[in-house]
């Protein structure tokens, strides 16, 4: 766990911290797919991402989940620091967009550290301006933008958080993601694919322009 700290948070905190962390926090392997966190859960420690990528949903009133944003290495999410120190339960679901590594911090440490290290101090206020930020990009992307643009960014973000052009999904999971139909993502993918934005494959789309 030390190198991927280092990696990952060296440039942020100062070696106290970084020794802090190694000694408290629990070190995760999650695959792709599996639940982090789900809603009503009460959250008892907060997650450093190490690598990979983590997909943050939110559910309305039908229970359907509505993507808000991706986390990737060196984030955390400030939804979870709201509940952690908030002891509320948590309003959003995270689920591994891929294989990812985690540290886990428990809550009492993270209120202790605000007050001890101005590094943490920063990276918790940081970490809250970048989310909002995304929250916000989220609400006027469902706000202004039309669904086959949407649709475009959503497959772009994917790529960006998988660092690969070729993403593996299929329609129904891009429908569920987007507040959709299946039948919709389809009709609209094949759109993208003849004005050459992106390249259709059983369960998988290349996505051309970046």
């Known amino acids: ?52 990528a983590i997909k943050i949903l939110r559910e309305d009133e039908n229970g359907d989940d509505l993507i808000l944003y991706f986390l990737e290495k060196g984030d955390t999410c400030a939804m979870t620091l709201s509940c952690c120190l908030g002891q509320a339960k948590s309003e959003i679901r995270a689920i591994a967009e891929t294989d990812s590594k985690l540290i886990m911090i428990p809550v009492a440490k993270m209120e202790e550290w605000l007050g001890k290290y101005k590094s943490w101090q920063r990276f918790i206020l940081n970490s809250y301006h970048n989310r909002l930020s ?67 494959y059983r369960n998988s789309i290349k996505v051309i322009d970046l």
């Open 1 to 52: 766990m030390t190198n991927d700290l280092k990696e990952n948070y060296g440039y942020l905190f100062e070696d106290e911290l970084l020794q802090e962390i190694n000694k408290v926090g629990t070190y995760k392997e999650i695959p792709e797919g599996h639940k982090l966190i789900d809603i009503g859960e009460y959250i008892r420690s907060m997650p450093l991402l190490v690598s990979g």
């Open 134 to 200: 995304e929250l916000l990009e989220a609400i006027d992307t469902i706000a202004f933008l039309k669904l086959d643009e949407r649709l475009f960014k959503y497959l772009k973000d994917k790529a960006m958080v998988n660092h690969h052009d070729v993403i593996r999904v299929t329609h129904q999971e891009i429908a569920s993601d987007l507040h959709t139909s299946r039948v919709v993502v389809s009709r609209l993918l094949k759109t993208l694919e003849i004005d050459g934005k992106i390249k259709l």
